[in-house]
């Protein structure tokens, strides 16, 4: 048994959760809770009041976190401690949104410097781009960006640009590759004319597998179309940490953007990696974005952990992962927009939580990342959200909602809203059998049949959700939401006492697909490894089943 486990404060969570009324009873017992549980930060809001708690639950839970010294953690982050231990580095990706006034120092330099100049380099390349001074090879100003990378660098750019498609250039277009299958480059090179594409290839190593393999395809198709070598410089820009392999490549110095170990793939949209972001809606917006995410960062650095926005979503999930066996979590956006969100989120959370053992390397003895997944209301209603509502299993959702439409029409977004709203009250409320018994008795079935639907139709209720609104989804509020669930994510990794900023189940993955590559190529049969790999690399080989 860990410590955490065995400590009083979770003995007296796991006494108090098992004493707790109906939602139903909370919400008749106190007319005020959610003004009692809802604030207002950073241009959002949330309504956290329709979650299995009261007040003496949300007082343990901050107990809990005072525990485990969240708040210290909190502050080893935001100072630049090697928090990340397995590979003693620092996790900064908060000093790439600081105000240029700010002072961060590692390793006896101020990073913010190196951030600024950073900016200052993306904003003088985006503004030649967006304005056409930036001609290709023929002389022709660009019109499509192909962005290669994978995992942060691929999907983090993709989700905001998505996100913020009303603040597009009305001059460029932006298509990300990232799967190694040949299909997925193929298709977005389609109807891409060589001469004004530019692409951004984004590896901190320069030799990402994925990504150096798409890179070198897009190159052949480049000079393919009329290109040649020394027009790469033309059309082919990096964000790396290895110079040397960028201009052997053909890419100008100048225009090889900087990448920094202190910052994780994951968490690395608001750096150079954010380039094409900053490409489509402009350096103004890329820097709105920034702001958005910093005013997020100093709400969580300085708010007490019962005003936190991030902490108290952070001890929820805590709460229903290790005290209502809750495996997953959901993610649910009521705007067209933001429908990349949870695949965002999902990378966020399991990659930085899905974790086996604590900071000293021992077992953990509690359930850590949940499964993160979701989609875009209303299109869920329709499908998964029968699961949500009368499935067996405990799925906490959080809906994700702007009360503004960038696209107003007829009462669509009205509609929207009543389907947004009402899907927390069906998930809080439920509908008893007596309800539903009397929701039939008007009806000309006989009485033994509507006992039957009525039992069909029952549903248990009290099953937990938080709503997420803004105003209007703007690069501001979008940056304060994705800081918000980056936080989240830290305060749960905090609690669990683990390292929510390695990855090496994703190392021993490329390292074990290396050397399957190795032997897919291999001049004889590949017959070293277990049973069913040699036989799957033995029939890929052969070309047919």
């Not at 499509?144 to 913020?164: E, H, N, R």
């Not at 790396?240 to 994780?264: H, L, Q, R, Y």
């Not at 209301?377 to 909602?401: E, R, S, V």
Request: contains cysteine.
């Amino acid at each position: 048994m860990t410590q955490l486990t065995t400590s009083q404060i979770w003995q007296q969570i796991k006494n108090n959760t098992q004493s707790l009324p109906h939602m139903r009873e909370l919400f008749a017992q106190n007319p005020q809770r959610f003004e009692q549980m809802s604030l207002s930060e950073c241009g959002l809001m949330l309504d956290y009041s329709k979650n299995r708690v009261d007040a003496d639950t949300l007082s343990l839970l901050f107990k809990l976190a005072e525990q485990a010294n969240l708040s210290d953690k909190i502050s080893a982050m935001f100072n630049g401690n090697k928090i990340n231990n397995t590979e003693q580095r620092a996790v900064l990706h908060t000093a790439l949104r600081a105000p240029a006034t700010t002072s961060i120092n590692l390793d006896g330099n101020n990073i913010v410097d190196e951030v600024q100049q950073t900016l200052s380099k993306m904003a003088e390349f985006v503004e030649q781009v967006q304005s056409g001074a930036w001609l290709g090879y023929t002389g022709k100003s660009i019109t499509d960006i192909v962005s290669i990378g994978i995992g942060g660098s691929f999907l983090g750019p993709k989700i905001v640009t998505q996100a913020l498609r009303p603040y597009w250039s009305k001059q460029l277009n932006c298509h990300f590759v990232a799967n190694v299958d040949a299909t997925s480059i193929c298709e977005k090179l389609k109807g891409l004319n060589a001469e004004t594409t530019l692409f951004v290839m984004s590896s901190k190593s320069f030799g990402t597998q994925e990504t150096l393999t798409n890179t070198l395809s897009a190159k052949d198709w480049f000079i393919n179309q009329g290109g040649s070598q020394q027009d790469i410089a033309k059309h082919f820009v990096a964000v790396t940490s290895n110079v040397a392999k960028a201009t052997e490549f053909g890419m100008d110095a100048n225009n090889i953007f900087p990448m920094w170990d202190w910052v994780g793939g994951r968490y690395s949209l608001w750096s150079a990696i954010g380039l094409p972001i900053a490409l489509l809606i402009g350096m103004d917006n890329f820097k709105a974005l920034l702001a958005g995410a910093y005013d997020m960062d100093k709400h969580f650095a300085s708010a007490p952990l019962a005003q936190n926005m991030p902490v108290i979503m952070g001890m929820l999930s805590v709460l229903y992962g290790n005290f209502h066996n809750a495996q997953s979590h959901v993610i649910l956006t009521y705007d067209h927009y933001l429908r990349g969100l949870p695949a965002y989120f999902q990378q966020l959370d399991m990659e930085s939580n899905g974790k086996s053992v604590t900071l000293n390397g021992t077992d953990v003895d509690y359930s850590t990342g949940p499964v993160i997944w979701g989609g875009e209301g209303t299109n869920g209603q329709h499908a998964y959200h029968q699961l949500l509502h009368q499935g067996t299993a405990l799925i906490p959702a959080d809906f994700i909602m702007p009360i503004q439409s960038h696209n107003p029409l007829g009462e669509h977004h009205n509609q929207l809203a009543s389907n947004c709203f009402g899907q927390t009250q069906a998930l809080m409320q439920g509908r008893t059998y007596e309800e539903a018994l009397s929701e039939l008795a008007n009806t000309s079935l006989p009485d033994e049949q509507k006992q039957l639907i009525a039992k069909h139709k029952v549903m248990e209720g009290n099953k937990p959700s938080n709503t997420l609104l803004m105003d209007k989804l703007t690069p501001t509020t979008l940056g304060a939401l994705i800081a918000l669930y980056e936080h989240r994510t830290f305060v749960q990794g905090a609690i669990w006492d683990i390292n929510s900023f390695d990855q090496w189940g994703v190392e021993l993955g490329k390292v074990l697909g290396n050397d399957v590559l190795e032997r897919i190529g291999a001049a004889s049969d590949a017959n070293e490894l277990d049973a069913s790999s040699n036989a799957l690399i033995n029939l890929f080989r052969s070309g047919k089943i």
